[in-house]
């Protein structure tokens, strides 16, 4: 386990304090004399002064307080003034660059309070001099003051490049799952339709030819196994379409799209599972690709599940038109028998159909009318989202009622 780094020996500010030392003993022997000559206990006083140094950055206060108390008697004895300059301006200039600007001021208040003190005490001469280094220990501090304000814009910057970095990946997760969700929304419209007639008419097939096999109806058999293969073409042709609609360009219009033009083919194939179908559509079909295509996904997930819950020849009426900027869907599945609560687990019929009315900014019920019907309404916005006009809130006939129907 690494050792965390305030208990660790800084190396770099130890080597720091080994240079500072040797300056200082080379200002004592080759500088200029400016107080008495260091004895034992000078020496004493010069060395310790720069051993705080090693803790400046762990423990920048502690230190710098370390260094003033080591630093007045040094001074007040008289010793070699200059031979501390540079360890001294070190330890101003991290606490301005590691403090608050208030712990900053305090520190050179009192440095230069305690340096006039001295030097004044000691005669006018040295006091003049006391007041040209107080310039520098300001110099000092205010580089210690713009170093840290430059390390806190930079971490500042990088704190915002973070932020927004993570907002990039969210924003390219978030569009990620929005994909996701549209391919299995439409596998699964596709798919659960094409299967669930495949299903019907392969049950037609096996009851005819378990029937009665001496009489076997071979023209029946023949049409339900054709039946089937128009189904299974049918089904690749439109998952080539929305294979297709996912490769292209977003902002490609061209991309196919089924829409309104697509629902008579669609009613045709539920028509040959057996299914009773009555289609009513605008006479101008002149819609947006996008509300069009969830129309037809709409009615063909209401379809499909009118098929496999509708039981025997189920009576199903699409009824599609415009009234005030909006286009209205209805699907109502008029069954032979009463309604009954779904076995199969739940699906994601229902969420598909909610989610397709909602993608174009529509609003969508399902739910019984009555023991016999199951309808479906939606309301699709035919203007743009930010200018479309206030909708009347789509039938709720079902809202109160089961939705087992939809799976």
Known sequence: MTTPTRHRLPYADALLAVLLTLTAILVTQLGRHDGRPLDLLGWTLLLTAHAPTV??????????????????????????????MAVSMVALYTVAA??????????????????????????????????RVSGWIVAFLALGACVRYHRQN?????????????????????????????????????????????GVRTSVAAHLLANDPERLDRAAVAQSLDDIAETCRSARGELRTTLEVLRHDPEDDRAPLPGLGALPDLAATTRASGARVTLDLPEERDVPAAVGAATYRIVQESLTNAVRHGGPRPSIRVLVHEAEGALRVEVTNRSTGPLRPSSHPPGFGLIGLREQARSVGGTLSAGPDSDHVFAVRALLPL??????????PVAAAGASGTEEGIR
Request: aromatic share 4%; net charge positive.
């Open 55 to 84: 803790w400046r950055r762990t423990a920048p206060m502690r230190s710098f307080v370390a260094l003033i108390a080591l630093l007045v008697p040094y001074h007040a004895l008289g010793y070699h003034h200059s031979a501390l």
């Open 383 to 392: 203007t743009p989202a930010g200018r479309r006009p206030a909708l009347a």
């Open 154 to 198: 930079m971490a500042a910057a990088v704190e915002r490049a973070e932020r927004a970095e993570r907002s990039r990946e969210e924003e390219v997760r978030r569009r990620l799952a929005e994909e996701r969700l549209l391919i299995a929304r439409d596998l699964h419209d596709l798919l659960a339709h094409s299967i669930t007639l495949v």
């Open 98 to 131: 590691t403090q608050t600007v208030p712990r900053s001021l305090l520190a050179g208040a009192g440095v230069i309070g305690v340096v006039l003190t001295v030097k004044f005490g000691q005669g006018l001469t040295e006091g003049a001099e006391a007041l």
